[in-house]
Every structure is written in structure tokens, then in C-alpha cells.
């Protein structure tokens, strides 16, 4: 893996001197298509070995074009860099409602509200977004396991239904409490 993600970096860094990379999209999706689910140590490993060997070219350089083109080395790792947090934050999300998925339908029936309550409670640090709350009912929906349980289908249906009807429900209500939480004509508790 080791040598495969310092490839996977180097050819980033290649390209981009090449001036072939016109976006950080096109270095996103190349993270993508590279990384395997679960490495993101390794791979951080392999980019601070090549952050720290580009730090030293640009301070040691003798001449201005070697310091140059460690300079723009450098600027393509930072670029990697960034879309590299981008890429661990969605899959941080993918990941916490596949965790939250398999909760709650591991769980015994009279603990699976209890879990749902866990995963979209405000205060936890991990807590669902409306969107990953989306993402949530349609896997719960869709997951495998229902076909084999008609009873738990029913259970889980319903859940995934609260969900989408909760979120359509606070949509509604979010403009009407905003609203009437800044509204400077009205006194408080009116």
C-alpha cells in the first residue's frame, strides 16, 4: 500500500507540473479512484513523507530554479492536501451512516428508536446532517437483510418512513421558527 500511495502522490505532483490538472476536482477524484477504504493512516503517512521531503528541496535549494520547482511541488501537495480533508469528511459521513445503518438494524426492537435518537442527537459529536439523515432512510430501506424477515422489514419500513416524514416535517417548520425567532415586532413568549 505504502508504495502504491506514494505513486498515487508522485503522479499527482507530476501531472500537475505537467500543468494537466486544471482543477481540484480533477485531484479529488484521482484520491478517488486511488484510495482504498480504511488506509487513510497510510496514505497520510505517505503524503507527510512527501510534504517533508518537498519543505526541505524548497530550504535547501541552491539555485532559484531547483527552489522554484520545489516551490511548486509543494504547492501541488498542498492542493492534494486539502482535497485529501475533503475526501475524509464525506467519507467520515458515508461511514457514520453505514455505522448508524447496521445499529439500527442490529438492534432489538425495543432499543432501535433509542439508537435513532443516539445518531441524530445535537449533542453528540457525531451527529446526522438532514442530508446524511436522507442517506439513512434510503439504506435503511434497501438494506439485504430485510428480505428475510418480513417482520423486521415492517419495523425498519417504518423508521425509514418517520425519518423522511420528520424531515419533511422540520422543513416545513424550520422558515416558520426562524422566522418567529427573529421577528422584531413581536415580544418574546408571544
Known amino acids: 500500500m505504502r508504495d502504491r500511495y506514494l505513486a498515487l502522490i508522485d503522479q499527482i505532483i507530476e ?4 500543468g494537466q490538472i486544471r482543477s481540484r476536482e480533477q485531484v479529488y477524484q484521482l484520491l478517488v479512484q486511488g484510495l482504498e477504504p480504511g488506509t487513510g493512516e497510510m496514505f497520510e503517512r505517505c503524503f507527510l513523507e512527501r510534504f517533508d521531503a518537498a519543505q526541505a528541496q524548497v530550504s535547501n ?27 475524509q469528511k464525506a467519507h467520515q459521513a458515508t461511514a457514520a451512516i453505514g455505522a448508524t445503518t447496521q445499529a439500527v438494524l442490529l438492534a432489538e426492537s ?13 449533542n453528540q459529536s457525531t451527529s446526522l446532517t438532514p442530508e446524511q439523515l436522507k442517506q439513512l432512510a434510503k439504506e435503511l430501506e434497501q438494506a439485504p437483510t430485510l428480505a428475510f424477515n418480513p417482520g423486521l422489514r415492517q419495523e425498519i419500513y417504518q423508521v425509514a418512513t418517520g425519518i ?27
Not at 501531472?15 to 505537467?18: G, N, R, S, V
Not at 522554484?68 to 475533503?86: D, I, P
Not at 416558520?176 to 418574546?188: K, S, T
Open 164 to 190: 423522511k416524514n420528520g424531515l419533511v416535517s422540520w422543513q416545513q417548520l424550520e422558515a416558520h421558527l426562524v422566522g418567529w425567532m427573529y421577528d422584531q415586532n413581536r415580544p418574546l413568549g408571544v
Open 110 to 122: 425495543s432499543q432501535r428508536f433509542l439508537v435513532l435518537l443516539r445518531a441524530i442527537d445535537a
Open 15 to 18: 501531472i500537475t507540473l505537467k
Open 61 to 87: 535549494a541552491a539555485d532559484e530554479l531547483k527552489k522554484a520547482k520545489a516551490e511548486r511541488v509543494l504547492r501541488a501537495l498542498k492542493t492534494v492536501e486539502g482535497e485529501w480533508e475533503r475526501y
